[in-house]
């Protein structure tokens, strides 16, 4: 697959062959250098400082699922960008929010989304969202040697299952270990406060709207207590990436959208800035 300067335009024998419908095993063997988990890194001491993202939290709903992100990045004890994007669509039925190392996580998900791709153009159908679940899981396998210098990548992978005819939600650690989450699920630093927060308001009855409301909710809580994670920036006019997947396909929210929904929730903390309260019984 190397250059060739006095080639006549054809292309190497190894596009041309038959060979298996997953783009990383054609990687795997004609290229493996292009692999991000193949890489390695120069000798160093102590923690390599990479900016990183933070907290990504998701919902079911009758219909569909709700996937969200904030935007902050950190690299250590500062803030390196306000206004990352953390949520991508996979393919048309699914998507990802990324926590982890902010460059390979973006990375992973540009591979991932061209595995997909690749699998649809070379089997004539689209990978079961099982399918998806499983390929991503083997890509995160394949960032542990990255993970264990602390380069580490856990998104979280949410998508509409045709076939079951619902959302479902897939987490992830960093060695590639995969657990469907049922009704509501989060990642990154934030996350223990944005799944306290939306265990306690999470309802199996949502309305798309409803769902869409709970996860900026979730958000907000994260970084009320979590340094990591960022709010709603009223002055920026920064606000988090939500996205939903339902029978119609992936659809990210936009900003008049998303900013409606962070402002009516800023109001409402202004009276009670904790948050909703859910019944004792």
Request: glycine share 10%; no cysteine.
């Amino acid at each position: 697959m190397e250059a060739n300067t006095r080639s006549t335009g054809r292309l190497p024998a190894a596009f041309l062959t038959p060979g298996s419908s997953s783009f990383m095993e054609f990687l795997s063997a004609h290229a493996p250098g292009m692999l991000p988990g193949n890489r390695s890194l120069p000798p160093v001491q102590g923690a390599v400082e990479a900016p990183h993202g933070t907290t990504i939290v998701a919902a079911t709903f009758p219909g569909g699922v709700v996937l969200a992100g904030d935007r902050r990045a950190t690299m250590g004890n500062m803030i390196a960008q306000r206004d990352i994007e953390k949520v991508f669509p996979a393919d048309e039925y699914s998507a990802v929010g990324i926590a982890g190392t902010a460059g390979l996580a973006v990375e992973m998900v540009k591979l991932f989304q061209l595995e997909l791709e690749h699998f649809e153009k070379v089997e004539g159908a689209q990978l079961s969202l099982e399918g998806k679940a499983n390929r991503l899981s083997t890509m995160i396998r394949g960032n542990l040697a990255m993970a264990m210098q602390g380069l580490a990548v856990v998104p979280l992978f949410a998508g509409y299952d045709i076939d079951r005819e619902k959302g479902r939600i897939f987490s992830y650690d960093v060695t590639g270990g995969r657990s469907e989450e049922i009704g509501y699920a989060a990642t990154g630093s934030g996350s223990i406060f944005a799944r306290g927060s939306m265990k306690k308001l999470y309802r199996d009855d949502l309305t798309e709207q409803q769902a869409l409301t709970l996860v900026v909710q979730a958000l907000y809580d994260a970084a009320d207590d979590d340094s990591a994670t960022g709010g709603p920036d009223m002055a920026r006019r920064i606000y988090p990436i939500v996205t939903v997947i339902t029978d119609e396909g992936f659809r990210k929210l936009s900003d008049a959208e998303s900013s409606d929904i962070a402002r009516s929730i800023v109001e409402h903390r202004m009276e009670q800035p904790d948050g909703p309260r859910a019944a004792l019984l």
